[in-house]
């Protein structure tokens, strides 16, 4: 398989199955910030070291592909048979991930700065992406037909994530940091 065609040269591209389209539009920009979410997602990959964990955020990666397809297919393309459909299953089980780990966690009394552990900050930073890629899709969603499936899987993804950035923290016995508002000038 060539890796370059060219045929974006000009600033164009082609949806999975669909008409060409200018890199700018919603519908790239929505599948581009998933496809950064799966990105950051490897990067966390690569310095997790709880199996458990690491599990989860594979999973997560082949269902972004999944989310990605999804959104760069037009709902009238022939080709959206070939797309495996989002599965609400999905967001389920990213639920009974959240409320497991949320057992296991102290309680959340304030807001916490992102951060602690390599893994923690990785997957808070993940957390943004995904909250973006979201606010992306709402966009899109606006514009042209989004399966809600979509939509409700990435909001709990980025919740996921923030309770496994906590999770990562506390199995490592690294502290949370509360957020202490800023007084005065001093430093």
């Known amino acids: 398989m ?10 164009e591209t082609g949806l999975f199955g669909g008409p060409r389209v200018r890199k700018s539009d919603a519908r790239v920009d929505a599948y581009g910030e998933v496809d950064e979410l799966n990105a950051a997602l490897g990067a966390a990959r690569a310095i997790v070291e709880d199996p458990e964990l690491d599990g989860h955020l594979a999973r997560a990666q082949h269902e972004l592909f999944c989310v990605g397809a999804e959104l760069a297919t037009p ?3 022939k080709a959206r048979s070939a797309i495996p459909p989002i599965d609400a299953g999905w967001t389920a089980r990213l639920e009974a991930a959240i409320d ?8 959340l009394r304030q807001f916490v700065l992102p951060g602690g552990t390599r893994t923690a900050a990785a997957l808070h930073l993940a957390r943004c992406v995904c909250r ?6 709402v966009a899109l969603a606006a514009e042209v037909e989004v399966a809600p499936e979509t939509l409700a899987y990435l909001n709990r993804l980025s919740d996921f994530l923030f309770v496994a950035a906590r999770l990562a923290n506390h199995r490592a016995r690294r502290e949370e940091i509360a957020w202490e508002p800023p007084r005065g000038d001093a430093p």
């Not at 060539?2 to 040269?9: A, E, L, M, P, V």
């Not at 497991?100 to 309680?107: G, K, S, T, V």
Request: glycine letters at 8%; proline letters at 7%.
């Open 2 to 11: 060539k890796i370059y065609t060219k045929s974006g040269d000009r600033g």
């Open 132 to 137: 973006r890629a979201e606010r992306r899709v």
């Open 100 to 107: 497991a780990w949320d057992a296991e966690l102290p309680p």
């Open 75 to 77: 709902h009238d393309a």
